[in-house]
């Protein structure tokens, strides 16, 4: 059995229509655990309480594979995790906002503190130590990444990267409720993930 941390966004409060609710339903119906925490204050967040709830729900499990999925502003929270950071086996990273974007939205700006990994790298964010097998999924056309994740994210840290063209921010709004390609990741982590 496979233990699954599903981490959400800014303002999400696990609608059934986002791909995340989907995905924990349908790993749940597989028999794999799944930890899908609602995040404190999802509309006014704070980062030491996401940090908090990061190690709350992310202790290892006893047995199996760990794997973190984190969309929007929890990337953030991933990469600033630092030593309270879990230990999974993979993460998939989906829509990050990128750093100025994040800025600029004064109930988050704290996410973005010093995250400049064009300027900082890898080492700074501590994931070279880990041994973690990480993918940056993105769309092209994300209001809050209007450069593209693979410039602030993939590229910086030498990620192993997915583009899904006209994707956007990977959330209902773009069409993104059922999403069968990151079923498929999850149970396979050799299979790409694409658009629905």
């Given at each position: 059995?496979?233990?699954?941390?599903?981490?959400?966004?800014?303002?999400n409060h696990?609608?059934?229509?986002?791909?995340?609710?989907?995905?924990?339903?349908?790993?749940?119906?597989?028999?794999?655990?799944?930890?899908?925490?609602?995040?404190?204050?999802?509309?006014?967040?704070?980062?030491?309480?996401?940090?908090?709830a990061l190690e709350e729900h992310g202790e290892r499990p006893a047995d199996g594979e760990f794997v973190v999925l984190a969309h929007s502003l929890s990337v953030l929270l991933w990469?600033?995790?630092g030593e309270r950071r879990p230990d999974a086996d993979r993460v998939l990273l989906v829509a990050p906002p990128s750093?100025?974007?994040?800025?600029?939205?004064?109930?988050?700006?704290?996410?973005?503190?010093?995250?400049?990994?064009?300027?900082?790298?890898?080492?700074?964010?501590?994931?070279?130590e880990t041994g973690v097998r990480a993918r940056?999924?993105?769309?092209?056309?994300?209001?809050?990444?209007?450069?593209?994740?693979?410039?602030?994210?993939g590229t910086p840290l030498g990620l192993d990267t997915d583009h899904v063209p006209g994707g956007a921010h990977l959330n209902p709004d773009s069409g993104y409720g059922e999403w069968s390609s990151v079923l498929e990741w999850c149970e396979n982590p050799a299979a790409r993930v694409k658009g629905r």
């Open positions: 059995m496979t233990t699954y941390l599903i981490l959400h966004g800014f303002q696990r609608p059934p229509g986002h791909w995340q609710h989907w995905l924990a339903g349908e790993l749940r119906a597989r028999g794999h655990e799944v930890r899908y925490p609602q995040l404190p204050e999802a509309d006014a967040p704070v980062l030491e309480d996401w940090l908090a990469l600033r995790a750093p100025p974007v994040t800025a600029s939205i004064p109930a988050i700006a704290a996410f973005a503190d010093g995250l400049d990994l064009a300027e900082k790298g890898l080492a700074e964010t501590g994931l070279a940056l999924v993105y769309g092209d056309g994300d209001p809050y990444c209007p450069e593209g994740a693979d410039v602030h994210y």
